[in-house]
């Protein structure tokens, strides 16, 4: 025992010993700033590599975003449509000699809606007048013409004047935004501009026209917006006044409403209706509400005529759309239940395709009317 212990403090105390602990401080001291480097190291590469995930994820976010067939396109004055090149290619190849038109009758009426985006780029297109003279149409209904006075069209207007009764009602809440208008063949008995709340009527969004057998009502609906940040005015004030308006006509005279409303009604008017269910115009409470309206003695004129077919009247200009035909139904005919047996014909000129919308047409023939 006492040799282990004269052994033990030999150890210890030794110059050796102490060269041995010196150099254990030196391994420990280096092994320290070693892993203090390795540390520094994994963390910066888990940062860049937490970087990487989040530009990745917001470059998704945003080609998601841009691919998206959106309705804020038609809403939003922010927003510039910039011709496409492919674009110019499709109005090229329109030949109005090879589009069916209606057989007219002398006691039908040809009706045609259509939002032009804008009216002032649209009517540079020859092919607005040029199709509106081949179809001779007795009542065009326009909305989101972007106009604070009709005289910025004054070219187009003068040309139409000779045939139609031109009605304006233009957006005074802010410059070069929603806005509808009318041009009727027929005078009107009366006109009647916004809904009866004042608190919609700013837009421009709403022309009424009484003529002896009907009315006509155009409509521009306010689209939900980005972030369904307009939904709750648009389903608890809108789209219920409206219903109480077009149902207090009805009980006068039967009721044409007709124009951009801002809905696909069902899965078949949409090109995907997966993915869109909160995206604005797809909403199942503005699916809803078009639903309820329909129950109050209304008739999609389209969908009765063509319950399954697939047609469009809106194109986002992005991701050429067009082109890989990802449409939107959007724009309507609606009519009074007794209106059905006049109900002749109604069709999409798809195209027609200067706006992000195409024209729609409804033929009539009031002659059948009780």
Same mark, same amino acid.
């Given at each position: 025992m006492g040799f282990l212990l004269f052994l033990n403090s030999t150890v210890l105390f030794s110059p050796f010993s102490r060269i041995l602990l010196n150099s254990d401080r030196f391994c420990l001291s280096h092994s320290v700033k070693y892993h203090l480097i390795l540390m520094k190291t994994k963390r910066a590469r888990n940062e860049q590599a937490v970087e990487w995930r989040t530009r990745s994820k917001q470059k998704t976010r945003k080609q998601s975003k841009e691919d998206s067939v959106e309705l804020l396109a038609s809403d939003q004055t922010q927003q510039k449509r910039v011709q496409s090149p492919n674009e110019s290619s499709l109005h090229d190849k329109v030949n109005l000699e090879e589009i069916t038109f209606p057989q007219r009758q002398s006691t039908s009426k040809v009706f045609v809606t259509w939002n032009v985006a804008g009216m002032r780029s649209t009517v540079k297109n020859p092919l607005f007048l040029e199709f509106l003279s081949k179809l001779e149409p007795d009542i065009v209904c326009l909305q989101e013409t972007k106009l604070s006075d009709e005289s910025q069209v004054s070219d187009v207007t003068q040309t139409l004047a000779a045939r139609y009764h031109d009605i304006w009602n233009h957006c005074t809440a802010r410059k070069g935004y929603s806005g509808t208008a009318v041009f009727s063949r027929e005078k009107p008995l009366s006109v009647l501009y916004g809904l009866q709340e004042e608190k919609h009527n700013e837009e421009g969004r709403v022309i009424t026209l009484e003529y002896e057998k009907y009315f006509l009502v155009n409509a521009y609906v306010p689209n939900s917006g980005e972030g369904l940040r307009r939904l709750n005015y648009r389903i608890d004030s809108w789209e219920k006044d409206m219903c109480h308006y077009l149902c207090d006509l009805d009980k006068?005279?039967? /009721?044409?409403?007709? $124009?951009? %409303?801002? /809905?696909?009604?069902?899965?078949?008017?949409?090109?995907?209706?997966?993915?869109?269910?909160?995206?604005? $115009?797809?909403?199942?409470?503005?699916?809803?509400?078009?639903?309820? %309206?329909l129950q109050c003695g209304f008739v999609d004129a389209f969908r009765? @005529?063509?319950?399954?077919?697939?047609?469009?009247?809106?194109? &986002?200009?992005?991701?050429?759309?067009? +082109?890989?035909?990802? $449409?939107?139904? @959007?724009?309507?005919? /609606?009519?009074? +239940?007794? @209106? /059905?047996?006049?109900?002749?014909?109604?069709?999409?000129? +798809?195209?027609?395709?200067? &706006?992000?919308?195409?024209? @729609?047409?409804?033929? %009539?023939? %009031?002659?059948?009317?009780?």
């Open positions: 006068k005279k039967p /009721v044409i409403y007709t $124009g951009d %409303l801002n /809905v696909a009604h069902q899965e078949i008017d949409i090109y995907q209706p997966k993915g869109h269910e909160k995206h604005a $115009g797809f909403t199942p409470q503005e699916r809803q509400k078009f639903t309820e %309206l009765y @005529l063509h319950p399954h077919q697939q047609s469009f009247t809106y194109w &986002s200009k992005r991701a050429k759309a067009k +082109e890989r035909n990802h $449409g939107w139904r @959007l724009d309507y005919f /609606v009519i009074s +239940e007794r @209106l /059905v047996p006049c109900l002749l014909q109604c069709q999409m000129f +798809e195209n027609i395709y200067i &706006s992000d919308h195409c024209p @729609l047409m409804l033929h %009539l023939d %009031l002659a059948q009317l009780k």
